[in-house]
């Protein structure tokens, strides 16, 4: 008797144990019974975002020092309607989104492309701006003209750049670079043969720096959509960021920071 006594005392023990389990899922916390990211996000006040600081015009430092560009604008809009402060840690583009994996930073505000494979492994935001790929070659270059020509050519692309794969598609061999401004500094100096970039980018790189031998040969037809990049499953801190998102493109924020930047509406 005493046996099946213990026994019905465990599965009682069992059914209380399922049902503080369920509530606590019902209560928005996760199955370890912790807080989801965004709750601690918001119970800190602060979001730590991960972002390169040398790509112009999206993420630099003026001639001040300090942190700018398009996506720390848009970033910082997002979260000051959220009601949290960005912290911004800068890395390569290379270590970036590693960094991301190894928790360094709950996101990445970097004009990161929406690619198939990078949505198996990882959550994105709706798209904030829309952009196309442009081929740069040495101003004095004219055999490169199209895609097709990068076949047995040497080009400088970052890593885990969505231009990298455009050009070993082409037949180019690569050269591992920090950035756009390592790329066209090898460029000048006839180390690589072309590279590929935003276009945005090289508009912004030929305002600021007209002297450059550079010439841009090709533009894509297909523009590329660009998201912020968070780890997979926080889903309370991407419909957060899309709403806040959303709410700048209805009220004319948005547009008022495209315009700053581009001098038009770079979200289509």
Not at 18 to 44: E, M, V
Not at 57 to 72: C, E, M, N, R, W
Not at 148 to 163: A, E, I, M, P, R
Not at 220 to 234: C, D, M, P
Request: contains cysteine; hydrophobic residues 35%.
């Amino acid at each position: 008797m005493r046996r099946y006594t213990l026994f019905a005392m465990f599965m009682v023990l069992l059914v209380l144990l399922s049902a503080c389990s369920t509530a606590s899922r019902n209560t928005g916390s996760d199955k370890d019974g912790k807080n989801t990211l965004y709750q601690n996000i918001q119970k800190k006040g602060v979001i730590t975002i991960g972002t390169e600081g040398t790509y112009a015009p999206f993420t630099y430092h003026d001639s001040a020092g300090k942190l700018t560009g398009f996506d720390i604008d848009i970033a910082n809009e997002v979260f000051k309607r959220l009601k949290i402060k960005p912290k911004y840690i800068e890395t390569k583009w290379d270590g970036m989104i590693a960094g991301l994996d190894a928790k360094r930073y709950d996101m990445v505000a970097n004009e990161v492309a929406v690619r198939s494979d990078r949505l198996k492994k990882y959550d994105m935001s709706d798209p904030y701006i829309v952009s196309k790929a442009v081929l740069i070659v040495r101003k004095d270059n004219n055999t490169i003209k199209t895609l097709d020509d990068l076949k047995g050519k040497k080009v400088g692309q970052s890593l885990d750049s969505n231009y990298r794969k455009i050009a070993e598609s082409h037949g180019a061999t690569n050269t591992v670079v920090d950035g756009f401004n390592q790329a066209v500094d090898l460029i000048t100096s006839k180390r690589i043969d072309a590279t590929i970039n935003d276009s945005l980018s090289y508009l912004d790189l030929k305002k600021h720096r007209p002297d450059l031998p550079i010439k841009e040969v090709y533009e894509e037809k297909k523009a590329t959509s660009n998201a912020f990049l968070f780890r997979k499953g926080n889903k309370e801190l991407v419909d957060a960021v899309n709403k806040a998102l959303a709410d700048m493109k209805k009220d004319g924020t948005y547009l008022k920071i495209s315009k700053k930047w581009f001098g038009t509406d770079v979200s289509k």
